[in-house]
């Protein structure tokens, strides 16, 4: 599941966290899926937006490689539901009119859906856009964890055994271009 979301969402030079929850390492696409084709573990996290591969400051002026600062392409927006049974969020993603490019589980309670953001070229854009329009005034109404708003939000990454849980995350839906459901008008 890890080489088949990095082959279909990336491209090969695209630098991206994958890690722990504390983690720091960033990588191309290319080298991550060297490593995962040659036996190494794959990490339980992942930051969907490809990052700029150099240390920037945090919010709180630490210096990272994973930070919001980081992002240079705001491609996803992650979002998932903690209150929600899973059947009830399949039934939401399954229906809900936006372009979901991935549909992850978790391995937990919860599915982490990764929405394409295009034409977002600026963190004053995702502000805009996915924080206040997408979050604020849409999802987070509805029940959308609102601490998921920020562009380097971390998600699952599909392939990852979680021992505490005896479960896989993996990819439930995969649509590198994104879908609506829904009727359009044409």
Known sequence: DA???????YRPDDVLFIGDQ????????????????????????????PLTGTAAS???GRPS?????????FRFAVAEFDGMSRE???RFWWAVN????????????????????????????WTATVEEKLFRHYLTPLGCDAAC???ARLSRMPGHFRTEKSRWQRI???????????????
Not at 3 to 9: F, I, T, V, Y
Not at 174 to 181: K, V, W, Y
Request: glycine share 8%.
């Open 98 to 125: 936006l372009p979901v490019c991935a549909l992850l589980d978790s391995g937990g309670k919860s599915l982490h859906a990764w929405i394409k953001t295009d034409g977002i070229e600026t963190a004053e854009d």
């Open 149 to 151: 708003r920020n562009e």
């Open 172 to 186: 439930l839906y995969l649509a590198p271009h994104g879908r609506r459901i829904g009727w359009e008008a044409r």
């Open 58 to 60: 945090t919010k709180d």
């Open 3 to 9: 080489a088949l979301l990095l082959a279909h969402l």
């Open 88 to 90: 009830d969020q399949l």
């Open 22 to 49: 504390y983690g720091s390492e960033v990588k191309t696409v290319a080298m991550w899926l060297a490593d995962f084709n040659a036996g190494v573990p794959i990490p339980p996290h992942v930051i969907p937006n």
């Open 65 to 73: 490689f994973r930070a919001d600062s980081c992002v240079k392409a």
